[in-house]
Structure formats: C-alpha cells, structure tokens
C-alpha cells in the first residue's frame, strides 16, 4: 500500500476512529486503525467489538492496499505534522512496518495483520429512514443529560428511542433516566420509521453520535434492527451494537395530578438557582425552593453555617409550597430551556415529582424528583 495525503484530510477522520478505540484493550488489534486504499480513496475503521466508525477520504492512491497501525500513535504523528504538509504512508510488502513521511519527518510504525481485525457483522437492519442534523441534536441534547452511569442497572445506560403515539398522532420518542430525573422528548415519526423495533442506544455511541453530527448539516440516514443500529454521513458511517435489556415503564413515574404550576424566566432562574447553590454541600447539592403567590424564595444551607437566599417574581396562583432539589439536576433541566423562555413546573408536593416543561416546546417533558432539605 502507498498513498499520498494531505495532513488535514487525515487528522480528521482520525480524530474521529480513535475517539473508538478503547484505551484499555487486551486485544492488541483492537488499539489498531484498519486502513483500505483504493479508487482515489482511504476508509478508516476502528472498533471496540461493540461499535465501529469508517469513514472515507479523498487521496493519492500509487498502490492500493490495506493495514492496520495503532490508532492512537497515527492520530498524534498526523496532529503534529506541520499545517499543509503532504503525508506519504506506505506499506512495502510483508514487512510488517508502515512508513509515514512528511518533509522531513520519517516514523515508522509497527502493523498487525489485516485479516485479525474484527469487523461488526453486518446484520441485516430493517428499518430505515432519514432525520435532519438539527432533529437528531434535539434528540440526545434534551436526554442524553439523563442517562445513568450505575452500571447495575445497565438498561439504563443509554437513550431509549421507540415509536408510540401522542395525540392520536405517530411519534418518535427518546427517553433517559437514571431513577433521579427523566428526560423525554419526541418529534413526528420520520417517513419509514413504522414499525420500528424499540431500542437502548448505548452511552458511548450516543457520545460519538453526537460528536459526528456536530460537523455535518445534511441529513443522518438511520438503520435499525433488534441488536444494531447505524448511523450514516456524507461519509461516515457508524455501527453500534444496542444494550439488550428492558427499558423500565417510564409512563408511570410521570404524575398526571400535579396541579400547582408556576411559570419562570429560565435564564434568571438558572443564574439564582446556581447562586444560591455555591454553598451547598458537594454531596447533596441541595436547594429549596419557597413559592407563595408571585415570589419564589430559593434557599441553600451548609454545614458549617453558611447560607444563601434568594428571591424572584415567578407567575404561580396556587397554594403557598416549599420543596428541594438536588441543584446539578435542577440546572441540567433548566439547560434545555433557551434562556430567553419560560419554564414550567407542575408540582403536587414535596415528596411528589415535579414535571417541567419549556413553554415554547410541547415536544420535551422532563420530570425531577425531589430530595429533602
């Protein structure tokens, strides 16, 4: 194998397949970047056996060839090439050694094999349909906040996407919750999602998802099927496999009866409720909110004495009530509201969870529990 590239053109898809690789493997190939030269171009595959990116780039292909080179060394030599410099791999025979040049640097690089690189089969994904960059963002930034990290519950570890109705209309719904907070929002059911299969979409795929919509515009095309789930760009393509498990009926822990609403400007809450939080205990994070008429009082306490107090006009008619909330959690929420808009509370008590809600969005609900204070 010998191309030639620019340095830009493969530090970016680098960047991108290294982020995969899992730094602590006992698998040696699994460190590796397997990388395909023909026809003009390079494709890129790295995997960690339960997800793997390949992403294509234009380039100078003299031979075509493949090989596989520590992901993570390649992706340190390509950033620390100089700006516009050329980048020549080559790979002579089997001598078991790539060869990097650019001007004047020269590294060489230890390969492994090409046929011990594991690839993801290549299940056949039944489902299939296109969403915009901007729905798929709305999608994990109003959930993915929720996700657990408690590893025993481990159903809970990802975003569950699903289809249901709302409305006596057909959604595409996304929910995550770690038993303290849940987040759900939805969005019309794109064109060939009926009948999809109800997924758990991993933490770590979510987070590389993510970090792939961020450079793209376009649409992401989507295929799905019971175990694995595939997102494509204009040129990436990810495959991850779902977290088998249950999610729980997260239907139930959304309260119908909460009857005290009271309306807030979420930019100045969040930057009172962050105030007053700067005392709170690291472990608890807890914040009372007081609310009688059109004045909310939110209140902190520490250990050593120490006590923060602070008072805004809110839009709230019903019954005079305190309760408290973990305030990392509370900001969390009130993030997915724009700052210029007004959150919603829907309260009972304050041993009941509380619904809130961004007046300007019908499509996100998000429910808290409370914690005593």
């Known amino acids: 194998m010998k191309i030639t590239i ?3 053109a493969l530090l970016k898809p680098l960047a ?6 899992e730094r602590r493997n006992t698998i040696p190939i699994l460190a590796n970047v397997l990388l395909q030269a023909k026809e003009g171009r390079v494709s890129l595959t790295a995997t960690d056996m339960d997800m793997d990116v390949v992403e294509s780039v234009a380039c100078s292909v003299e031979q075509p060839g493949s090989a596989t080179v520590p992901a993570l060394t390649l992706y340190e030599i390509a950033r620390k090439l100089q700006d516009g410099s050329e980048v020549e791999l080559t790979v ?27 690839a993801l089969s290549g299940d056949e994904l039944t489902t299939n349909f296109v969403l915009s960059a901007a729905d798929a963002k709305t999608l994990i930034d109003r959930t993915r906040f929720a996700i657990s ?6 159903y809970l570890n990802g975003i569950y996407l699903h289809e249901t109705q709302a409305n006596g209309m057909a959604v595409l719904r996304a929910v995550a919750t770690d038993g303290h907070r849940l987040a759900r929002v939805q969005m019309p059911l794109p064109e060939g999602a009926s009948g999809m299969p109800s997924v758990i979409v991993p933490r770590k795929a979510v987070t590389e998802i993510r970090k792939l919509i961020d450079e793209t515009d376009g649409d992401v095309q989507i295929g799905l099927s019971e175990n694995k789930l595939r997102f494509a760009f204009a040129d990436t393509v990810m495959t991850t496999k779902l977290i088998d498990g249950t999610f729980p009926d997260y239907e ?12 807030v400007d979420c930019g100045s809450f969040k930057k009172a409720v962050d105030r007053v939080a700067t005392i709170s205990t690291e472990k608890s994070r807890s914040v009372k909110l007081a609310v009688t008429n059109g004045t909310l009082t939110l209140s902190a306490n520490s250990p050593d004495n120490a006590q923060a107090t602070e008072e805004m006009d809110v839009e709230y008619g019903a019954a005079s009530m305190e309760i408290g909330f973990n305030s990392r959690y ?3 929420i009130a993030d997915q509201v724009d700052d210029g808009g007004k959150a919603v509370f829907q309260m009972a008590d304050a041993a009941s ?9 019908d499509g996100a609900l998000y429910v808290l529990m409370p914690m005593r204070v």
């Open 149 to 154: 990290t408690e590893e025993t519950r481990y």
């Open 6 to 8: 620019d340095r830009a």
């Open 92 to 118: 002579a025979g089997d001598s078991g050694r790539m060869a990097i040049r650019a001007g004047r640097s020269n590294f060489s690089l230890p390969t492994l094999p090409v046929e011990e690189f594991p």
């Open 16 to 21: 991108h397949v290294q982020s995969v690789v």
């Open 252 to 263: 139930r822990v959304i309260p119908a009866g909460n009857d005290k609403i009271m309306r």
């Open 353 to 361: 969870p509380t619904i809130v809600t961004d007046e300007a969005d």
């Open 330 to 332: 509370l900001l969390d």
